[in-house]
């Protein structure tokens, strides 16, 4: 990972308000902990020298748990964040947001 992909900006602020459901962001942390556990145990298959291909089937579960954590925050964001701020005339979100997309994907 590039320095730029690991930079979280402490300053971005957008003009709307963020609001995330306390629901919402259970369930998003309990899938980021299961990908971590499930990355700490690809550590352990490469520590242990467990059959390469293995290994890659177990990162290809994570690539997938990641996209879809990912896409799952897309949907929200848009159904409530975007949907504000376009409600506001906050342009700027909506282009912040178009770019996170594009690297995200």
Not at 50 to 65: G, T
Request: charged share 30%; hydrophobic share 35%; aromatic share 4%.
């Amino acid at each position: 990972m590039s320095e730029e992909t690991l930079h979280i900006d402490e300053h971005h602020e957008h003009a709307h308000s963020h609001y995330h459901s306390p629901e919402e962001k259970k369930r998003q942390i309990n899938r980021i902990n299961r990908i971590s556990g499930h990355l700490a145990y690809v550590k352990r298959m490469i520590e242990e020298d467990i059959d390469c291909a293995d290994v890659l089937v177990q990162i290809a579960a994570i690539r997938s748990a990641l996209n879809g954590l990912g896409k799952e925050i897309i949907n929200e964001h848009i159904s409530h964040c975007i949907y504000h701020a376009i409600e506001d005339g906050d342009t700027h979100a909506v282009e912040e947001f178009q770019k996170a997309i594009q690297k995200f994907m």
